[in-house]
């Protein structure tokens, strides 16, 4: 990054008390605890050798250290920076974000793993180089409560003096986390985060730190309805099976085999399983009602009421919500703790009257307005989320950004003067898929009942989907009627339809297939392949350059073959699924997913750099959605018509890219 050479280097890890758990709770809840204390502050300052201070026995941390937190001409870096970051904010005062470097995020932006450890062995680093292997334990001896027993004598907590040994070790495992940040950063080099990502990562430290307002007698409210509903439920369950148990898995499982005797067989009882249950013919009543009750009680996003109070800080805030660049192929953030990034949709009307009734604990109002109540309070998450006391929330997102952007990023025309014009893509397509006019998919008209369809193939085959995608996007069931023939019709005429989006996914493989086995360089559209060589590392990577000037890293990419007898690229990588390093497959239509929502990822960015520039503090935001928390300065549609303008100015790399936006203001969270 510009001028980082020019300025001195101190590196920092520290190990840290805390009685709050900072996996549940975060960082910001971890520091906000009264008995908060960091134990030890290893660190290297320009280049010397690593130590570490004694901070739970006494010793101080050297004045010069001291000094370096906060002198401007010393970059602080430390390994997922934002910890250190939190904490030394806490006992020296506000510290300056453009003074950090997060190896964690440089990592990342090289297509590697995001913990220290992963990182080491994913960067061929030697064992002495690595966290050492009994850093785990001693973190749990030292670091976390302890459970009170007799032979420890009914202490919470374990202190230095209870295992000075231990205490000798967890010192040396201080000092190697600094030496091994400082390898990593070394052994990454050649992969520079550029500065307008160290910017944006700036401003999520101060999103993160900023926190959104909860409204905490609304989901306590929520939370003794809901355990309420598995009292009641437990005790229909235990009436309809005669299970000692009914939350127990093997218990269910075996009455559940015993009753459905040859008609299927029950190994879990995951979300996926049970709906496929519901679906077997004959079952009985009670297998029926046992399988539903499952259902509403295995509601994950009701469990989200646990993490707001898990999470709230003394002021009433919850903080420390999105992990910048935590997904790790694009660049997008990911959610943390509440997972705001996969909130339930708010479907239900009179919100106002709902959020009364659970307040008040009122269940049967609940059942007898809105019906299954498992599912309103589960709708009604959003809503905890407010408006800071005398503050609106100003809620705006992008409308149909990847659709957008993709069509942008193809050059197919149609789409684009869709989106300058109407914006009604599912309209326009399933015009174009039916071969009909686009004024008569109206409400009203028999042809309106092409729009879902429509819908359902915007959602699922830009990236190369087939029947398949489109099954799996079919929400509403509008293909349900339809044998696989006549979906697959639809997906013809719909890569028929956008010819330059689907030339998109060959020529985005055929580059990739290009530069992996010749080397060099290959543009598609504003886009350039490249496969780059590590001097250190000594293996290449295939980058794709984007139009913001931001690089997505393919590590170690080779060709193979599939069982189908087709080339097939391969690199290492964290696996989706498994979240674990190995290798990991891609195609056209992956490549092309990456890029679109890594394109729509750096607009979502601009835009949040432009809103708080202009005065517009956001609080969270999710995929294409900001929320801001702001006190009233004019009227709603004013303050709201500045937003959107905002966000609906195109990056100054994507020229001619229609972005829109829409949204409402309000005094909390919801779903229009």
């Known amino acids: 990054m510009t001028g980082d ?19 549940d709770c975060g960082v910001f809840k971890y520091v906000d605890s009264p008995d908060f204390e960091i134990l030890l502050f290893g660190y290297s300052f320009d280049g010397e050798p690593a130590t570490t201070v004694d901070l739970a ?8 250290i001291v000094a370096a937190l906060k002198d401007d001409n010393v970059l602080k870096h430390a390994f997922n920076a934002a910890f250190e970051w939190t904490c030394l904010s806490k006992v020296f005062g506000f510290l300056p974000p453009s003074q950090w470097r997060d190896t964690m995020l440089t990592c990342l932006y090289a297509g590697y793993p995001a913990s220290l450890e992963a990182a080491g062995a994913a960067l061929g680093m030697p064992e002495d180089k690595r966290k050492l292997n009994t850093g785990k334990s001693l973190i749990r001896y030292f670091c976390v409560p302890c459970k009170p027993t007799a032979s420890n004598g009914d202490r919470t907590r374990n202190l230095p003096r209870h295992d000075p040994e231990k205490w000798a070790l967890m010192k040396e495992y201080n000092i190697q986390d600094v030496i091994t940040e400082s390898t ?102 009670n297998v029926r009602r046992m399988l539903e009750i499952r259902q509403e009680m295995g509601k994950s996003s009701i469990k989200k009421y646990d993490a707001i109070v ?31 990034q996969n909130l339930p949709r708010t479907y239900i009307s009179g919100l106002d009257y709902a959020r009364k009734c659970v307040k008040e604990r009122k269940i049967n109002q609940l059942k007898i307005i809105y019906g299954n109540v498992s599912d309103t309070v589960s709708q009604l998450i ?41 914006g009604k893509i599912y309209e326009a397509s399933a015009a174009m898929i039916y071969n009909v006019p686009v004024e008569t998919i109206v409400k009203g008209n028999p042809n309106y009942a092409l729009r879902q ?18 099954r799996r996007m079919d929400v ?20 028929n339809s956008s010819p330059k989006i689907r030339n998109l996914w060959y020529d985005m493989e055929n580059a990739a297939q290009e530069v992996i086995v010749n080397g060099g360089s290959v543009d598609v559209r504003c886009l350039t392949f490249s496969r780059e060589y590590d001097l250190t590392l000594h293996r290449h990577c295939m980058t794709i350059k984007l139009p913001s000037g931001r690089k997505l890293y393919y590590v170690a990419p080779q060709i193979t073959t599939n069982s189908k007898g087709f080339n097939q690229i391969v690199f290492m990588g964290v696996d989706q699924e498994t979240k674990k390093w190995g290798l990991v497959e891609t195609y056209g239509g992956k490549l092309t997913e990456n890029v679109v929502q890594a394109i729509a990822r750096d607009c979502l960015a601009e835009a949040i750099e432009r809103l708080e520039h202009a005065g517009f503090p956001i609080v969270f935001h999710i995929h294409d959605e900001v929320v801001i928390d702001i006190a009233p300065f004019a009227d709603d549609k004013s303050m709201l018509k500045q937003v959107t303008a905002i966000m609906s100015q195109p990056a100054p790399w994507a020229s001619g890219l229609p972005l829109n936006a829409d949204g409402w203001v309000g005094s909390y969270f919801k779903k229009d």
Request: charged residues 25%.
């Open 5 to 23: 050479n020019y300025k001195k280097h101190l590196r920092i890890d520290l190990e840290t008390y805390s009685s709050v758990s900072l996996q």
């Open 57 to 64: 026995n006494g010793e101080r941390i050297p004045a010069h």
């Open 184 to 285: 990593v950063d070394a052994y990454l080099a050649q992969y520079p985060v550029p500065d307008f990502i160290q910017k944006q990562w700036e401003t999520d430290l101060i999103i993160n730190s900023r926190g959104v307002a909860v409204d905490m007698e609304f989901t306590h409210g929520a939370m003794d309805i809901r355990a309420q509903i598995v009292r009641d439920l437990t005790a229909e369950a235990t009436r309809i099976s005669g299970l000692r148990n009914p939350n127990s898995v093997p218990q269910v499982t075996g009455w559940l085999n015993q009753e459905l005797k040859e008609s299927a067989t029950v190994e879990n009882l995951k979300k996926e399983t049970v709906a496929q249950l519901l679906n077997v013919s004959g079952i009985t009543d």
């Open 310 to 340: 898990a999470g709230e800080c003394s002021d009433g805030r919850v903080r420390g919500l999105l992990q910048f660049y935590g997904a790790n192929r694009t660049g997008r953030w990911a959610g943390r703790l509440v997972q705001v």
């Open 382 to 422: 959003r809503t905890a989320f407010i408006a800071t006391p005398g503050n609106v929330l100003i809620d705006a997102d992008f409308s149909a950004v990847e659709a957008r952007v993709i069509a942008w990023l193809a050059g197919e025309e149609w789409r684009l003067n869709v989106f300058r014009t109407t």
């Open 453 to 470: 369809r429509g819908k359902v193939a915007e959602l699922a085959l830009g990236y190369q989907g087939g029947v398949g995608a489109m």
């Open 476 to 495: 509403s069931h509008a293909l349900d009627d339809m044998p696989d023939n006549e979906v697959k019709e639809i997906v013809t005429n719909w890569r």
